[in-house]
T-cell receptor
């Protein structure tokens, strides 16, 4: 199994729900990332954390709220989402934000907003 | 910021033939170029990468070439097999930026 674990694998939520996605890495990396992967579109970088500090917010709507309590864990809190937010959400990690060797993805959470 | 374009969007090849995917990038400061393979329902996995101080790198049936002057890099798969069927993504990153900009992906289908 990959060194980056994401839970849950699948999530269906209503537009008024609040849910959280979890990512955990066991690679000793210090940078973690959230990506959104929609059909027929490039991978979209959402957030970057380096040594627990957020270093990038790629103009992501406030209904997505990241949290990084330590270098091994990353969360994405979701609330009042829209149907167009349905996508595969991928977590990734690397040694740090300037050392991208070993850049590893998790298996993703398939999110469906109904 | 960096912009990466990838072509073609779909590629069908006969088993045993070669497949070539091309990417161009815009930021001349980019110096790290990885390629990822994503099988249906699975995570993207790094298959090969190259730094800008190298023009070509090969790993068994997979090779990547880089032309810094023209700002393009290519993935070459030789003797394709059905298990090579997947979506392939290129990416580029300037050291100072510290993040990857991905191409839109190429769906490769290898037919027996």
């Amino acid at each position: 199994e990959t060194g980056v674990t994401q839970t849950p694998r699948h999530l269906v939520m209503g537009m008024t729900n609040k849910k959280s996605l979890k990512c955990e890495q066991h690679l000793g990396h210090n940078a973690m990332y959230w990506y959104k992967q929609s059909a027929k579109k490039p991978l979209e970088l959402m957030f970057v954390y380096n040594f627990k500090e957020q270093t990038e917010n790629n103009s992501v709507p406030s209904r997505f709220s990241p949290e990084c309590p330590n270098s091994s864990h990353l969360f994405l809190h979701l609330h009042t989402l829209q149907p167009e937010d349905s996508a595969l959400y991928l977590c990734a990690s690397s040694q740090d934000r300037t050392d991208l060797y070993g850049y590893t993805f998790g298996s993703g959470t398939r999110l469906t907003v109904v | 910021g960096e912009n990466v374009e990838q072509h073609p969007s779909t590629l069908s090849v006969q088993e045993g033939d070669s497949a070539v995917i091309k990417c161009t990038y815009s930021d001349s400061a980019s110096n790290y170029f990885p390629w990822y393979k994503q099988e249906l329902g699975k995570r993207p996995q790094l298959i090969i990468d190259i730094r800008s101080n190298v023009g070509e790198k090969k790993d068994q049936r997979i090779a990547v070439t880089l032309n810094k002057t023209a700002k393009h890099f290519s993935l070459h798969i030789t003797e394709t097999q059905p298990e090579d069927s997947a979506v392939y993504f290129c990416a580029a990153s300037p050291d100072s930026w510290g993040k990857l900009q991905f191409g839109a992906g190429t769906q490769v289908v290898v037919t027996p």
